[in-house]
């Protein structure tokens, strides 16, 4: 099938090189040239496993078109995704002009019958607002005989694991009511359904608020945990333990209870402000949504608080290394990331920061350029010389298993914060550490 991605962002590129790889014909376009340019080349905007080389085989293949030419890219597809951003707006909103330009840009090109596929994450209510621009542009144009549908197809995603959650989603939301259209669609996921049904049809409105509703449902999930985990920290009960025991009632499972320093990220901050701002739109008090949002901005502060309570206020002056900057392990991405709230508070206080992040790297000098309190090394054991503590705060794979001598060694005294309870606090005990982690008591 022929299809036509616009935007080359996380969701798009992704979404775009998958259907390639399956055998369906993809154009990507972009009004940013330059990226279009370096995609050309094999060089991805984004750090995501497994996508550069599927990038490459799939454009070599000619499977996957990069282009600016947007008539060329409508002419194309059938099938036309949007796929660009909805940044959040002054008030929390989803700022949904990227989506309604492209819907604009479909509408001056098209000469046949396309189906219409909103993949951003939208509001519910933005299919009509698609449908309506679409309509208007069309009959300014005097071409008003022409057909089209708006789906709603929304992605779920997780950043680090989004190409394995492409080929082989869990479910795949379809938003129409149309049954040809919902026909096409069977069509061009049927790769990917092969072993079990994962096509869920609903209607539209349905559609656009089940990705929200995911969304918050999981940022609900970890805020309850941190709530839990600091009554634990008060209580004097461990919070691995509770974890281990609710856990296991299959009512609740596993997934996204290990308490942390907050969430962040591009996804679950914008959800849950935009559903809120939703709700005031219609007059509705998100009671729930509120206390899950508050409850993750607090939770981000914990860690300098630990900091502080451990060094009282002589703060100035004082060097702490600082292992994890990217908002989750797997990606590069700095958005809303729990780090940034540390360093700033820490730099407030007049600390300086010695970082270290397997990816991000780069995306922490874009955002903070050259500042003499923040130190970028080159691995994790030169974050570590001469630091008056280590703070964990992204949970990378690599930091799992360090060489705790190392880290005492290089340390000028040996006290650890783990804002992701990596290590066993007995344990921590017995190597000499003080360890502070999340819902658990001091060690050492």
């Known amino acids: 099938m022929k299809v036509t991605v616009f935007g080359t962002g996380y969701v798009g590129l992704v979404q775009g090189t998958i259907l390639a790889d399956v055998g369906h014909e993809v154009v990507c376009v972009d009004v940013d040239a330059e990226k279009i340019a370096r995609l050309e080349q094999g060089i991805i905007p984004i750090y995501e496993p497994g ?76 299919a009509d607002r698609v449908r309506q621009r679409v309509s208007e542009v069309l009959e300014a144009r005097g ?3 022409l057909t089209f549908d708006v789906v709603s197809n929304p992605e779920f995603l997780k950043e680090g694991s989004a190409v394995a959650d492409c ?16 026909e096409v669609m069977r069509e061009l996921y049927a790769p990917f359904s092969r072993q079990h049904e994962k096509i869920i049809v609903m209607d539209v409105k349905s559609a656009e608020l089940t ?27 461990d919070i691995e333990a509770v974890r281990q025991g609710i856990g296991s009632d ?29 709700a005031d739109g219609i007059d509705f008090d998100a009671k ?31 060097t702490f ?33 010695q970082a270290y992040d397997p990816e991000a790297m780069e995306e922490t000098q874009r955002l903070y350029g050259h500042r003499d309190d923040l130190i970028l090394c080159g691995t ?30 290089q340390l000028t005294q040996p006290v650890l914060f783990d804002g992701r309870n990596m290590y066993d606090p007995a344990r921590m005990a017995k190597k000499g550490f003080t360890y502070y982690s999340v819902g658990r008591l001091p060690q050492g």
Not at 250 to 277: E, M, N, T
Not at 305 to 314: L, M, S, T, V
Not at 393 to 409: C, G, K, M, N
Request: hydrophobic share 45%; aromatic share 8%; charged share 25%.
């Open 51 to 126: 996508l550069e080389g599927l990038v490459k085989e799939n454009h070599a293949a000619g499977r996957l078109r990069f282009t600016t030419d947007a008539a060329m890219a409508v002419a194309h597809g059938d099938i036309q995704f949007i796929a660009v951003g909805t940044p959040p707006d002054e008030d929390g909103s989803a700022d949904l002009q990227y989506v309604l330009k492209v819907a604009e840009t479909i509408a001056e090109h098209m000469d046949a019958h396309r189906i219409i596929v909103d993949k951003s994450t939208v509001p519910v209510g933005t």
């Open 143 to 145: 071409r008003a005989e």
């Open 167 to 182: 080929q082989k989603p869990d479910r795949i939301i379809i938003g129409t009511e149309d049954e040809e259209t919902v």
């Open 211 to 237: 990705k929200y509703a995911a969304n918050c449902m999981l940022a609900t999930k970890i805020s309850f945990m941190n709530e839990i985990a600091n009554l634990a920290e008060r209580l004097g009960a």
């Open 250 to 278: 299959p009512r609740i499972g596993y997934h996204f209870i290990y308490p942390g320093v907050g969430y962040g990220g591009s996804c679950f901050p914008k959800d849950v402000q935009a559903l809120i701002r939703t």
């Open 288 to 318: 729930v949504l509120k206390a899950v949002e508050a409850r993750n901005a607090e939770q981000k502060t914990t860690l300098f608080a630990k900091i502080r309570d451990h060094f009282g206020d002589e703060l100035a002056g004082r």
């Open 321 to 353: 290394a600082l292992w994890g900057l990217a908002f989750k392990p797997n990606t590069d991405d700095m958005r809303e990331a729990p780090s940034r709230v540390l360093m700033e508070a820490l730099w407030a206080a007049g600390a300086r920061v």
């Open 380 to 409: 994790k054991e030169a974050a570590l010389k001469g630091a008056d503590a280590l703070v964990i705060v992204t949970e990378w794979q690599s930091f799992r298993a360090p060489d705790f001598a190392l880290i005492q060694r």
